[in-house]
């Protein structure tokens, strides 16, 4: 049925599919994995269709080899095997879009346009039901703070921090000129962006939003700093007239424990290691409160150490953290560590980790080379959407902040589209053939 389609349609439909990426986000897993699965499915298709032969790439070569590591270490492990193998799917993913995106069957400005707007809604939104009481559909603020359309879960702001700079992008493209009303607006839309992630209660993506804001002005200094300077005055009075008590000391309670999180987290993991004063710590409340006392950050990624440890080469296989973590007796287990990098450590290894790390390093070192050759010409629209990719891509992978899984559907189809939308921007900014 679906070999009936014209070619025509399915570039129609694929387009959607892709721009519709966003909204599943915010609807659910449920709706992101058959928003995910249709992707594939019409996306097989086309490249059937067009007869499309496989092209040897590095970077899709170094994720096959990620995949099959992370099917070895589950197979050795004995657990998840069957998952593991479904985490192929992505690889799928990766291809079809990395295709798509580099034959220009996308247009990169309409998926921009669209990402603005979806996440714009969401910033209105989180700042009506933090003045409010209720968001623009009726959900009341709950003892987490503004969560928006994600209802009982905290990521309303880890989902502005992902999107955001495609609306940026929007403003600055949309509010071209330097006069004194423009910079205004430019400065008080930037501004809201920035007060919706920080009434989100949502720590991390506030910092990291804050930095590569930062950086983004820095690198076009001459013509975008000033309204993101002056964005961030506006975030001040905001933070100094309006937030309340509670998230003023959410953020100062986030930096003290920021500061000291390392040496606690080594202090952790030498405190597990001697296991009778281990023993003895889990025995009393109030050492154990003591123990994980903070943000509880130290004590996942002592526990995350201490699991890899004898796992160290191949890992404990797919979605394992939580069994070992309870088979080993220690507090605070939970699904994952809370760190990418570390996520990725305990699952498959220094092997999927050297992996991975390798091909971050590749990639981003093609970037590097083509903004230097570019950026002559980084006033051109194609410039700035480069950068804008880069962007994402660091505040993704960027290795200080704690995370969800690097495993899960929401956060793999985040990294591919993030991956694929720089891949191809390389692409067209370029000349020559740079993979």
């Known amino acids: 049925m679906y070999l009936n389609i014209s070619l025509r349609s399915l570039i129609s439909i694929l387009n959607w599919l892709f721009i519709l990426f966003p909204i599943s986000f915010i609807i659910g897993n449920l709706v992101l994995n058959l928003n995910f699965l249709l992707f594939v499915l019409f996306g097989c298709v086309y ?76 910033c209105f939104d989180l700042i009506i039901q933090y003045t409010f009481g209720y968001n623009i559909i009726g959900f009341e603020k709950n003892e987490l703070g503004p ?16 999107f ?23 400065s008080f839309l930037i501004s809201l962006i920035s007060i919706s992630i920080f009434i989100s209660f ?70 597990i290691k001697k296991k009778e004063i281990f023993e003895e710590i889990k025995k009393d409340e109030i050492k154990v409160t003591s123990f994980e006392s903070g943000s509880g950050h130290a004590s996942l990624y002592a526990n995350a150490f201490y699991i890899w440890e004898d796992n160290k080469i191949i890992g404990i296989g797919y979605k394992n953290f939580y069994n070992k973590c309870v088979e080993r007796k220690l ?23 050297i992996i991975l790390i390798t091909y971050l390093i590749v990639l981003f070192l093609k970037v590097i080379h083509s903004l230097r050759i570019n950026i002559k010409n980084k006033n051109q629209k194609k410039f700035d959407i480069l950068i804008i990719a880069f962007i994402n891509f660091l505040m993704f992978f960027f290795p200080l902040k704690s995370s969800g899984s690097f495993f899960t559907t929401s956060n793999s189809t985040y990294m591919i589209i993030t991956l694929v939308i720089l891949l191809s921007q390389l692409k067209i900014i370029n000349s020559k053939k740079i993979y």
């Open 202 to 271: 949502q720590r991390i993506p506030m910092v990291v939003w804050i930095f590569f804001l930062t950086f983004y002005g820095i690198v076009y200094y001459k013509s975008k700093l000033l309204p993101i300077l002056l964005s961030f005055v506006i975030l001040t009075l905001f933070v100094s007239s309006f937030s309340s008590k509670e998230i003023v000391e959410s953020y100062s309670s986030f930096f003290d424990n920021a500061k000291s999180i390392g040496s606690r987290t080594f202090k952790n993991y030498n405190t």
């Open 47 to 122: 490249l059937t269709k067009k007869n499309v032969k496989f092209e040897y790439n590095f970077l899709i070569l170094l994720f096959l080899i990620f995949c099959i590591a992370l099917i070895i270490s589950s197979f050795f492990n004995q657990f998840n095997i069957d998952k593991s193998f479904l985490y192929l799917r992505f690889l799928a993913f990766y291809y079809i879009c990395f295709y798509i995106l580099k034959e220009k069957i996308f247009r990169i400005d309409r998926i921009f346009y669209y990402y603005a707007i979806f996440v714009a809604i969401v």
């Open 147 to 162: 969560t928006s359309f994600f209802r009982d879960e905290k990521i309303a702001g880890s989902f502005v921090q992902n």
């Open 331 to 353: 507090t605070r287990c939970t699904t994952h560590p809370h760190n990418y990098y570390l996520d990725v450590l305990v699952t498959t290894g220094l092997g999927g980790l």
């Open 164 to 186: 955001g700079f495609y609306l940026i992008f929007m403003i600055f493209y949309k509010f071209k000129e330097n006069n004194f009303i423009d910079l205004i607006i430019k």
